[in-house]
């Protein structure tokens, strides 16, 4: 379900939080432990994110409970990161043996886990090498300075731009910070690194003007999913393409949030059928385990050579064994398969509130959007107390990332759950 063009250029007012909700979800008084939890958050932690007022023990599938004990369905997942649920009994395996083994022996040495990783993100994306990090942001670093050293070499200390979106997110560091598309998350840090520019998503007539001579790479998300899960065209991405070949630039797919089988395909760059030459990839390549990875052709990758680039952590054997299960556990025959028929029926779902709260349904797989109208903050705390996680990237927009281990009579029930929100959220507040 790609949407058109007219309807998928990002919004305007460049308001979204990120992930962490537009507008605080407050719910109901929390029980005493919860309570406790919240006043030490108040206390001691920098206040850099808008939480809604609920703190876990456990989980196991797609089901979180609460400290008091109340269960949840989880259509946030870590904000599409726990791929295959909580307590995944392969993930806990592996995770627990590798810990016995060893955690940590830094890149001075052959690790066998990342080679494995390595193996199987090669394997799968047609991409040649990998580099490991350990977040998104610092993978898509790994990815600007690869396209910037690269173009030096290949054409001179000029060519040094990068062409991103507006309203694109690639993260917090200055890099990835630099080509994110929002001037609010950037304004207070500047200056920045400099050489980047923005065009509208979705925008192929401003590709065609911004990319030229002194462009190094684009970076772009197929699916804008901070912005609000909006779709790229295929024209648009094409267009990229065709423009990175013709003037030796990087097409770089920021998959952060869409690969590792989030769209129902391994890597979202497969529905658009482009050959990208970097891809950055993390969230859910580790299962909830903190684990980034750049993607790269044999040429590209070669522009980095020791001592350019590096990481402690990046490659850690504890997160490439996480992302080995991952990704074994994805490219089995048929779990795709059920990633989209999952992500089908919530859609059809969600279409079926159309004209009763909700507006639009966009995404693909089990990464969706659904634009209300009505504001989503008061939808989402309905829906937390109604036992279902969801979250509010945008002030309109609530956005639905369960794991892709979802059953479909999860589905169905958090679609039951939604449309009570819905309905409460239309009428005036009871308390
Ligand atoms: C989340 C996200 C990032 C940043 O990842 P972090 O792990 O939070 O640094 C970058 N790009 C996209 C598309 C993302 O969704």
Same mark, same amino acid.
């Given at each position: 379900?790609?949407?058109?063009?007219?309807?998928?250029?990002?919004?305007?007012?460049?308001?979204?939080?990120?992930?962490?909700?537009?507008?605080?979800?407050?719910?109901?008084?929390?029980?005493?432990?919860?309570?406790?939890?919240?006043?030490?958050?108040?206390?001691?932690?920098?206040?850099?994110?808008?939480?809604?007022?609920?703190?876990?023990?456990?989980?196991?599938?797609?089901?979180?409970?609460?400290?008091?004990?109340?269960?949840?369905?989880?259509?946030?997942?870590?904000?599409?990161?726990?791929? =295959?649920?909580?307590? @995944? +009994?392969?993930?806990?395996?592996?995770?627990?043996?590798?810990?016995?083994?060893?955690? @940590?022996?830094?890149?001075?040495?052959?690790?066998?886990?990342?080679?494995?990783?390595?193996?199987?993100?090669?394997?799968?994306?047609?991409?040649?090498?990998?580099?490991?990090?350990?977040?998104?942001?610092?993978?898509?670093?790994?990815?600007?300075?690869?396209?910037?050293?690269?173009?030096?070499?290949?054409?001179?200390?000029?060519?040094?731009?990068?062409?991103?979106?507006?309203?694109?997110?690639?993260?917090?560091?200055?890099?990835?910070?630099?080509?994110?598309?929002?001037?609010?998350?950037?304004? +207070?840090?500047?200056?920045?690194?400099?050489?980047?520019?923005?065009?509208p998503y979705n925008d192929a007539e401003a590709a065609e003007a911004a990319v030229g001579p002194r462009t190094c790479a684009v970076i772009v998300e197929p699916?804008?999913?901070?912005?609000?899960?909006?779709?790229?065209?295929?024209?648009? =991405?094409?267009?990229?393409?065709?423009?990175?070949?013709?003037?030796?630039?990087?097409?770089?797919?920021?998959?952060?949030?869409?690969?590792?089988?989030?769209?129902?395909?391994?890597?979202?760059?497969?529905?658009?059928? =482009?050959?990208?030459?970097?891809?950055?990839?993390?969230?859910?390549?580790?299962?909830?385990?903190?684990?980034?990875?750049?993607?790269?052709?044999?040429?590209?990758?070669?522009?980095?050579?020791?001592?350019?680039?590096?990481?402690?952590?990046?490659?850690?054997?504890?997160?490439?064994?996480?992302?080995?299960?991952?990704?074994?556990?994805?490219?089995?025959?048929?779990?795709?398969?059920?990633?989209?028929?999952?992500?089908?029926?919530?859609?059809?779902?969600?279409?079926?509130?159309?004209?009763?709260?909700?507006?639009?349904?966009?995404?693909?797989?089990?990464?969706?959007?659904?634009?209300?109208?009505?504001?989503?903050?008061?939808?989402?705390?309905?829906?937390?107390?109604?036992?279902?996680?969801?979250?509010?990237?945008?002030?309109?927009?609530?956005?639905?990332?369960?794991?892709?281990?979802?059953?479909?009579?999860?589905?169905?029930?958090?679609?039951?759950?939604?449309?009570?929100?819905?309905?409460?959220?239309?009428?005036?507040?009871?308390?």
């Amino acid at each position: 379900m790609i949407c058109r063009a007219e309807d998928a250029r990002g919004p305007e007012d460049g308001a979204s939080e990120a992930g962490y909700g537009s507008g605080a979800v407050q719910g109901r008084p929390p029980g005493p432990e919860t309570a406790a939890v919240i006043e030490a958050t108040a206390r001691y932690l920098f206040q850099t994110y808008n939480r809604a007022p609920v703190a876990f023990s456990h989980g196991r599938g797609t089901r979180l409970w609460d400290l008091e004990g109340k269960p949840y369905l989880d259509f946030v997942g870590g904000i599409a990161v726990s791929s =295959l649920g909580h307590g @995944h +009994p392969a993930l806990v395996e592996t995770i627990a043996a590798q810990a016995a083994r060893y955690l @940590h022996v830094s890149n001075l040495y052959h690790i066998p886990e990342q080679t494995d990783a390595a193996e199987l993100l090669v394997e799968a994306s047609g991409l040649e090498r990998a580099f490991f990090c350990n977040s998104g942001t610092e993978a898509n670093e790994g990815a600007i300075k690869l396209a910037r050293k690269r173009a030096r070499e290949r054409k001179g200390p000029d060519a040094h731009e990068i062409v991103a979106a507006e309203n694109g997110f690639h993260g917090r560091t200055l890099g990835a910070l630099s080509a994110t598309g929002v001037e609010r998350y950037r304004a +207070p840090f500047e200056p920045l690194p400099a050489g980047f520019r923005f065009i509208p998503y979705n925008d192929a007539e401003a590709a065609e003007a911004a990319v030229g001579p002194r462009t190094c790479a684009v970076i772009v998300e197929p699916i804008q999913g901070e912005s609000g899960v909006i779709p790229a065209t295929r024209e648009f =991405l094409h267009t990229l393409q065709r423009l990175c070949r013709e003037h030796d630039a990087l097409l770089v797919l920021d998959e952060i949030q869409t690969g590792v089988g989030r769209t129902g395909e391994l890597f979202a760059f497969r529905h658009y059928g =482009l050959e990208p030459d970097v891809v950055t990839l993390a969230k859910g390549l580790g299962g909830g385990v903190p684990v980034g990875a750049v993607l790269a052709r044999e040429e590209a990758a070669s522009h980095l050579v020791p001592g350019d680039h590096g990481t402690t952590f990046g490659g850690n054997p504890l997160a490439c064994a996480a992302a080995c299960v991952v990704l074994r556990t994805i490219i089995r025959p048929g779990f795709l398969a059920g990633v989209r028929a999952a992500g089908e029926r919530l859609r059809t779902g969600l279409a079926g509130f159309v004209s009763h709260g909700v507006r639009e349904v966009r995404g693909l797989g089990l990464l969706v959007g659904a634009d209300l109208e009505s504001e989503a903050a008061p939808v989402a705390t309905r829906c937390l107390d109604g036992g279902l996680l969801v979250n509010a990237p945008r002030p309109h927009t609530l956005r639905l990332a369960p794991p892709l281990t979802v059953a479909p009579e999860e589905v169905d029930e958090a679609l039951e759950i939604l449309a009570e929100a819905l309905k409460e959220a239309a009428a005036p507040d009871p308390r």
